[in-house]
Structure formats: structure tokens, C-alpha cells
């Protein structure tokens, strides 16, 4: 989780935040790892 935490750090932006945001609303989004939710959550 904390690979996940340093690669949102390191991309922050306005843009990103909102893609990382949008991509939380998707059916995708319940398939990806718990830890990979997370560290979305976190962000």
C-alpha cells in the first residue's frame, strides 16, 4: 500500500486526482484489492 500512497504523491495533480476520482465510480473499481482501495481513500 505504501508503493500505491508513493505513486499518488508522485503524479499529484488536478488532472490526476479527478482520473483517480472518476475511476473510484466505476464497476472496476469493486474488483481491485482492498489495500488498493485504500490507498485511494487515503489519497
Do not use: C, G, Q
Amino acid at each position: 500500500m505504501l508503493n500505491e500512497l508513493d505513486k499518488h504523491e508522485k503524479n499529484h495533480s488536478d488532472d490526476y486526482y479527478y482520473m483517480v476520482r472518476a475511476l473510484d465510480r466505476t464497476p472496476r473499481f469493486e474488483l481491485e484489492p482492498l489495500w488498493k482501495r485504500a490507498a485511494r481513500a487515503i489519497y
